[in-house]
């Protein structure tokens, strides 16, 4: 269902409704045109996890640049809810976009859902416990249904694909901004992760680096790391102002992840800051305005602000998504990772509309993926699964 904003104290009512609004799914949607305008920089893995279910017709009003930002650890009642300390994500960016409050994660804890958003595999007792030691994934046999790879561990090998390596493949360019990475040696300040079997130092904040290798997905695989391109790829925060300078030093996709302060993780932080919903509003209200007002936002671009899970007694899920089968939990605490909802702003979407759509994060990989044309990977391509569509595209046609 979707609600024209007819002003601020209608749509904060008219959030509160949704909040309370069962959850429902969509359909699969017909995918966009492809933006080639560089070459590849290298060749992508082959994989058997693809399920090659993209459409080919493209379908004009879809966005052509994509910046998300991935918070931390709020269900949707804290963070849309009338006593919200995030103004700037509930009013202000709300307002100027669509609120959809029935966007679910898919697993606790942390990693488990970055992991899925960007390959859509399904969550392993590792991933699901952080990957406190950083091991390689060991399979158990062939890949499975809806391309999910049996076995367990943390890296998973080169055949197991992402978005990144399906963008590379397509000459389409992608980056990941990392706040704090490599502030403190020996971290590498490019593509920062431990060495194989090692523990993972940065589970807990540091005053001066409060990167976290567990929010930055993208590390967790082969197909990237073991590329020289991921020092060029993976990158500290601070690179994403030069690159909003135009449209062509943009990435087609950029994923951004605040430190554990600024994503609402930390309360308090460790160098004195509030945390929580408080640091991540104020986050967004100092990197959000700087993404709005690039040439390549304005040209074709879609902001999403995103949270990994909810609260941990929230294991609520949507969206018609198959059993994890690595994480089978006999009497455990739910299939997925509770209601955190999700915020969109683009000129592709009407302002100030609530879309009570059920949304998870196969669902976001999946409408990326019919953005740019490309095949669907893991549980993005399982039957059922929304994709975004005419009910979030909801603007009027530009020319």
């Known amino acids: 269902m979707l609600v024209r904003r007819p002003s601020r104290r209608g749509f904060l009512a008219l959030v509160g409704v949704a909040l ?17 305008r560089r070459p590849p920089k290298h060749p992508s893995s082959t994989t058997a996890a ?28 804290s963070t849309f809810g009338p006593s919200s300390p995030a103004t700037y994500l509930t009013k202000t960016l709300a307002a100027q976009g669509e609120l959809l409050p029935q966007y679910y994660g898919i697993g606790h804890a942390s990693l488990d859902n970055y992991i899925a958003q960007i390959s ?9 416990g952080d990957c406190t030691r950083y091991t390689d994934f060991v399979a158990t046999g062939p890949v499975g249904a809806y391309g999910q790879l049996p076995g367990d561990g943390c890296v998973y090998p080169a055949s197991v694909q992402t978005i990144a390596d399906q963008l590379d493949a397509r000459g389409l360019t992608w980056r990941a901004y990392e706040e704090d990475m490599g502030n403190l040696p020996p971290e590498s300040t490019t593509c920062a992760h431990p060495a194989i079997g090692a523990a993972d130092p940065t589970l807990a904040a540091r005053k001066g680096d409060q990167y976290a290798t567990r929010h930055d997905p993208f590390v967790y695989f082969h197909s990237v790391i073991d590329r020289p391109a991921c020092a060029a ?22 994923y ?20 929580g919903l408080v640091s991540a509003d104020r986050f967004l209200q100092t990197w ?47 299939p997925g990772g509770g209601r955190v909802g999700a915020v ?12 009570t759509t059920a949304y998870n994060h196969y669902s976001l990989l999946c409408s990326l993926e019919e953005t740019w044309g490309l ?9 059922g699964t929304p994709c975004f569509g005419p009910d979030v595209y909801n603007a009027a046609p530009h020319p």
């Open 20 to 36: 309370l609004a069962a959850c429902s799914s969509g359909g699969s949607k017909a995918s966009t045109p492809v933006h080639p």
């Open 50 to 77: 693809v399920t090659s279910t993209a459409g080919a017709t493209a379908t004009p009003g879809r966005p052509g640049h994509v910046f998300i930002v991935m918070l931390e650890n709020e269900d949707a009642s």
């Open 344 to 355: 969109i702003v683009s000129r592709f979407v009407r302002p100030g509309t609530v879309n």
């Open 288 to 334: 959000v305005p700087k993404i709005l007002a690039s040439p390549a936002f304005a040209h074709d671009g879609m902001l999403v602000v995103a949270f990994d899970e909810a609260e941990t007694g929230d294991a609520t899920a949507c969206c018609n998504t198959p059993p994890a089968p690595n994480a089978a939990k006999p009497g455990g605490s739910g």
């Open 375 to 383: 095949d669907k990977l893991g549980f993005a391509g399982a039957p």
């Open 233 to 254: 790829d993976v990158v500290p925060l601070d690179r994403l102002t030069a690159d909003l300078a135009s449209v062509s030093t943009t990435p087609d996709l950029v």
């Open 120 to 128: 859509g595999q399904a969550p392993n007792p590792s991933t699901r």
């Open 256 to 275: 951004i992840t605040p430190n554990l302060c600024h994503d609402g993780h930390d309360a308090p932080c460790v160098d004195g800051e509030p945390g």
